[in-house]
């Protein structure tokens, strides 16, 4: 159970301690006094997100802490070992948020992160709001409110189907790698022939594309070319070129080369400087004879390279990846050829596991129904000493068959939804098309009842629970308050004075202004003539009347009578 809330520093709590006491706590107060702020506070200890706007104003940081006793079989302990907590009989957990965006969370003084908070703080409160009105409307919650009732056993065959759709995961991801069934393996057979008959009609070579590129560089600048061999040819051999030029020099050097060895050399080199100009012009000369463009060459080069592309785009960047690509879907081909046994074998495995998965469902269809029977009709029961007389409330199941098997989930195939019929010769409709506010609240309160028995968690919160009800059926929802909080810790924001006077402990949530300016929430724990005074002011009397007073007193005397 929750024993002791400090709060610094949230919204208007500057500073507040309350210690909760066992049985049924109610909170009251005037509307805008801060009864939010004190459940946004326990939220916020139990793990909800942080928001900078919870921040008392001037200040740079807010703070909440919140001591937990715990009941020597809770399940909290086993979730501490794993998290290498040391478990006491008083757990207390600690939440700081700074105006950064910054925070910390402790648990025994030992840091956790939120969602490691909310792992131990799920096993310790239930809390209810006027959201989970709509968390019901939901039909997929309606389903897990029927497991959880269900129990154990419907965990247990969650379990089953689990193993079986891991198996048909198995199956699928095997039968993928040899092309799916026969459909889709034919059809992988063809992509893959046809990608390797592209590839192999492509007829690469290595170096090909190259060798390619380099003939249509030369083909597009073949003019360039020509101009630069013609002009080369003209420099060497023409009139006044380099050849008249050596063999000028030759001449003048061949009158003095008798008069000294070193003049008889430069002749020598001048000459072989001769020989080798004059083959350089020869093979200028003849390349600029032989070369010639041929637009038939020119347009096989560029449909060739637009082959080697195209098969490239497809299939990889380069002949090598091309290759390799081909190898493989060529293997990919050999298997797929002669899988047949192999999938035969895996469809066969899939069909009896879709098989046993519709049993298992089924089962659990079953279980469920039988659960949700006996469930609707507590709740029923329940609904109607809440004066909800001709109350019908009963779950509807859609049906389903074998051929629906492959599309099961761990919850199975069901699919379902709670009727409601609050007036006799009415017919039964979800829950959406025709509950009342007043109508969803004491549904709420009906099924927690009946919940309360099977559910580990020891503190309820109910935010206005009450909302949209009064008279006779405000004496019977707190009549069933007090019936939870003989085994269950209950902590409720009300604004009725039945609720109010069947507490085993009263809070009163105030504003006030201190004498700086500022503006306080102030929550104070009721002592019994103050308890008398409060309901006296919930009932709407006057503070000082005698009958308010007395009125006041026979509801406590009539809730106590009703606890005892």
């Not at 600029?288 to 449909?303: I, P, Q, T």
């Not at 002949?319 to 797929?336: N, P």
């Not at 059926?473 to 019936?483: G, I, L």
């Not at 103050?530 to 009125?551: F, T, Y």
């Amino acid at each position: 159970m929750l024993n002791r809330l400090t709060i610094k520093n949230v919204a208007l709590i500057d500073s507040a301690e309350i210690e909760f006491g066992e049985g049924l706590n109610v909170l009251s107060g005037e509307t805008g006094a801060g009864k939010s702020v004190l459940l946004d506070s326990i939220n916020f200890a139990l793990g909800a997100k942080a928001d900078k706007s919870m921040i008392r104003h001037g200040e740079s940081e807010c703070f909440v802490s919140a001591c937990f006793l715990l009941a020597e079989d809770s399940p909290v302990f086993s979730e501490l070992a794993e998290m290498g907590i040391e478990g006491e009989e008083e757990m207390i957990v600690s939440r700081r948020f700074r105006a950064d965006g910054r925070g910390d969370i402790k648990i025994n003084g030992s840091p956790v992160n939120a969602t490691m908070l909310k792992k131990i703080t799920s096993h310790l409160v239930d809390v209810h709001g006027q959201s989970e009105h709509f968390y019901l409307l939901n039909e997929l919650n309606q389903l897990k409110v029927v497991d959880k009732f269900a129990g154990d056993a419907v965990e247990g065959l969650k379990g089953k189907i689990s193993e079986i759709l891991s198996s048909l995961r198995e199956n699928k991801k095997r039968l993928f790698a040899l092309g799916g069934d026969e459909k889709e393996r034919g059809r992988r057979i063809d992509i893959l022939k046809f990608q390797i008959d592209e590839i192999e009609n492509a007829q690469l070579k290595e170096g090909e594309e190259e060798e390619l590129l380099a003939k249509r560089l030369l083909i597009h600048n073949m003019e360039r070319i020509g101009r630069a061999l013609s002009e080369a040819r003209e420099a060497l051999g023409g009139e006044n070129g380099v050849m008249d030029c050596l063999r000028a020099a030759g001449r003048c050097l061949a009158e003095v080369f008798r008069f000294g060895e070193e003049y008889a050399s430069l002749s020598e080199r001048l000459e072989s400087v001769c020989l080798e100009a004059e083959d350089i012009s020869e093979t200028v000369a003849a390349a600029a004879e032989d070369l010639s463009f041929d637009e038939n060459e020119a347009d096989r080069v560029e449909k060739r390279l637009d082959v080697i592309r195209s098969v490239q785009k497809k299939y990889g960047n380069s002949f090598a990846e091309v290759m390799k690509f081909e190898e493989e879907i060529a293997e990919e081909l050999d298997v797929l050829q002669h899988c047949d046994e192999e999938s035969e074998k895996l469809e066969k495995s899939t069909r009896e596991l879709c098989k046993q998965l519709y049993a298992l469902c089924n089962e659990l269809t079953i279980l469920r129904k039988a659960a949700a029977k006996d469930f609707c009709a507590r709740v029923s029961e329940e609904l109607k000493t809440l004066n909800i007389k001709n109350a019908n409330f009963c779950a509807e199941f859609d049906s389903y068959g074998e051929e629906d098997a492959p599309r099961a989930t761990q919850n199975g195939l069901d699919s379902m939804r709670f009727l409601f019929s609050a007036n006799a010769g009415e017919p039964l409709k979800p829950l959406s098309k025709v509950i009342s506010g007043g109508e969803m609240s004491r549904l709420m309160l009906a099924i927690k009842t009946k919940m309360s028995d099977i559910n580990e968690i020891d503190t309820y919160i109910f935010d206005e629970i009450d909302a949209g009800i009064s008279g006779n059926t405000a004496r019977v929802v707190a009549e069933k308050f007090a019936d939870i909080a003989k085994k269950k810790q209950i902590i409720a924001v009300s604004h009725l004075a039945q609720i109010s006077a069947m507490a085993d402990e009263n809070f009163v949530i105030s504003k006030t202004e201190t004498e700086q300016g500022k503006t306080v929430t102030r929550v104070s724990r009721l002592r019994e003539s103050e308890k008398i005074a409060e309901i006296v002011r919930l009932v709407g009397g006057e503070k000082d009347s005698a009958a308010a007073q007395n009125l006041a007193g026979e509801l406590i005397k009539t809730s106590l009578r009703y606890k005892k």
